[in-house]
């Protein structure tokens, strides 16, 4: 089993910056990447950013390249999204997820709130 606990959400105006974290416990290493979705209310979950873990060859969606970095601590099993240059269309719940290999994602974080206010 893989554990995932998301931390760092919170308040901040645009323009600002925060932090997110997601700790991995558990067989992680035998998952292939963890990626970061968010979901606003009443849209779709999207994707956001992902990084493997062997390589740490990451990707980002299209609306935060430039401005989200995501990035790991192999030695904290922790991977952070920093997200800088926030806008309000960033507010949503954001959820770090695992999978056994590209594309599959049989293990979920609980979701921390980024909300940013205009």
């Known amino acids: 089993q893989v554990q995932l606990v998301e931390s760092g959400g919170g308040l901040v105006q645009a323009g600002g910056a925060l932090r997110l974290s997601c700790a991995a416990s558990?067989?992680?290493?035998?998952?292939?990447?963890i990626t970061w979705f968010r979901q606003a209310p009443g849209k779709e979950r999207e994707f956001v950013a992902v990084?493997?873990?062997?390589?740490?060859?990451?990707n980002y969606a299209d609306s935060v390249k430039g401005r989200f970095t995501i990035s790991k601590d192999n030695a904290e099993n922790t991977v952070y999204l920093q997200m800088n240059s926030l806008k309000p269309e960033d507010t949503a719940v954001y959820y770090c997820?695992?999978?056994?290999?590209?594309?599959?994602?049989?293990?979920w974080g609980q979701g921390t709130q980024v909300t940013v206010s205009s």
């Open positions: 997820a695992s999978g056994l290999a590209h594309g599959r994602y049989e293990y």
């Open positions: 558990g067989r992680f290493l035998s998952t292939y990447a």
């Open positions: 990084i493997t873990w062997s390589g740490g060859r990451t």
